[in-house]
């Protein structure tokens, strides 16, 4: 199971473009890797997921390295609710999800 | 749909005493999860299950035990409960395959 990092906390200007990195060298080939947020202590909200190609919904864009060695969520026009705590994790076995510390994202108007 | 549904809400118990952690999901989803998250860190899976009557362990295990006797419910046991395990509880499901997992509101256990 693929461990992941990310920056403990990261800013970003109200309207502008939020892009979170994350480390996940160690990822195996089957091994996907999603993005969740929690806000406050609430339960953890799914954004994102991709394995190998470039990902985007209605919320976020996936940005996975051609070596899946790295990916960046972006959040293409930041707002003050998009404040939380992202979490990068990968999936592993029976699709059991391994998270890390997350990044802390402020955004400030 | 209600989605997954974390009883209670909060809890404070005294240590040794036993309780139950309830969890429903109301999405037909096989895969279901308990994690616990401590303060500033991120979620560690307890157990979790493929389908009704089948458990495994995850990270974290001792002191816990689940089962899953149908697809909708997933309780999660303490028999002895001790300081540590001092934690907010989350419960989550997801459909077979590589699917968003959707969360409980979670249970702030405190152990005294």
């Known amino acids: 199971d693929a461990k992941t990092t990310q920056p403990p906390s990261m800013d970003c200007a109200e309207g502008r473009a939020a892009n979170l990195p994350c480390n996940h060298s160690?990822?195996?080939?089957?091994?996907?890797v999603y993005w969740y947020r929690q806000i406050h202590s609430q339960g953890p909200q799914y954004i994102i997921h991709?394995?190998?190609?470039?990902e985007t919904n209605e919320m976020a864009s996936l940005i996975i390295t051609e070596d899946r060695k790295s990916s960046t969520l972006i959040l293409p026009h930041a707002t003050l609710r998009d404040t939380a705590v992202y979490y990068c994790?990968?999936?592993?076995?029976?699709?059991?999800?391994?998270w890390g510390l997350g990044t802390s994202l402020a955004v400030n108007p | 749909n209600a989605g997954v549904t974390q009883t209670p809400k909060f809890r404070i118990l005294k240590i040794g005493q036993s309780m139950t952690l309830q969890c429903a999901q109301d999405?037909?989803?096989?895969?279901m999860y308990w994690y616990r998250q401590d303060p500033g860190m991120g979620l560690k899976l307890i157990y979790y299950s493929v389908g009704a009557g089948i458990t495994d362990k995850g990270e974290v295990p001792n002191g816990y035990n689940v089962s899953r006797s149908t697809t909708e419910d997933f309780p999660l046991r303490l028999e002895l409960a001790a300081p540590s395990q001092t934690s907010v509880y989350f419960c989550a499901s997801t459909k077979q395959g590589n699917t968003e997992a959707f969360f409980g509101q979670g249970t702030r256990l405190t152990v005294v």
């Open positions: 160690t990822i195996s080939g089957n091994e996907y």
């Open positions: 994790v990968s999936a592993g076995n029976n699709r059991k999800l391994i």
């Open positions: 991709g394995l190998k190609n470039n």
């Open positions: 999405m037909n989803h096989n895969y």
